[in-house]
């Protein structure tokens, strides 16, 4: 069973850091692309941050420069840096690993139960 575990979200005030981590379990991690995701109250989830396994990353405009999505194989986790942080940044932050099989035309895709994050002074 393919379990993700996400910590490191909390209270902060603008301008502050908070480390996001998201443990990934019963599955071969390296082959997965990551992301993660967010979803303020009464607006949808957006893209925040990507990182394919080849090492490719990708990042929403709103928060280049301040985050970085990083991995570590060994540790089967994800993590997201994020600093100088915004009113603006306050969601549910989701963790996502996904993997395309294209012998069999199939996706696997799963998704963490989120953590939130509040920047607020």
């Known amino acids: 069973q393919v379990q993700l575990v996400e910590s490191g979200g909390g209270l902060v005030q603008p301008g502050g850091s908070l480390r996001l981590s998201c443990a990934v379990s019963?599955?071969?991690?390296?082959?997965?692309?990551m992301g993660w995701y967010r979803q303020a109250p009464g607006k949808q989830r957006e893209l925040v941050a990507s990182l394919t396994r080849g090492g490719t990353t990708n990042y929403a405009d709103s928060v280049k420069g301040r985050f970085t999505i990083s991995r570590d194989n060994a540790k089967n986790t994800v993590y997201l840096q994020m600093n100088s942080l915004k009113p603006e940044d306050t969601a549910v932050y989701y963790c996502n690993i996904a993997y395309y099989d294209p012998r069999i035309g199939a996706r696997y895709d799963y998704w963490g139960q989120g953590t939130q994050v509040t920047v607020s002074s």
């Open positions: 019963g599955t071969f991690f390296s082959i997965y692309d």
